[in-house]
């Protein structure tokens, strides 16, 4: 993972999002020093993943009690 300051962003930017879009790189911006945008290429993946558990929750009794909480093996 890269990571380059604002100012060396702005004027390179077409190139970055080259590099991010053929490469499969992620870079980290940074203001002054602090991390505040990380871009990185999109993934179709996730999207499908989404796609595929619409709806598969048929019934839930109680949205405020925790979900498969034995079967956590930290708490066996």
């Known amino acids: 993972m ?14 970055y999002f080259r590099e991010i879009q053929e490469k499969g790189l992620e ?3 940074t203001d002054h020093g602090k991390p505040v945008v990380k871009i990185s290429p999109f993934q179709k993946d996730s999207q499908v993943i989404l796609e595929e558990l619409r709806n598969s929750v048929l019934k ?7 979900v498969g909480e034995d079967e956590w093996d930290v708490l066996k």
């Open 60 to 66: 839930y009794e109680d949205p405020l009690e925790p």
């Open 2 to 15: 890269q990571t380059i300051s604002k100012s060396q962003f702005k004027p390179k930017s077409l190139q």
């Open 27 to 29: 870079i980290i911006i």
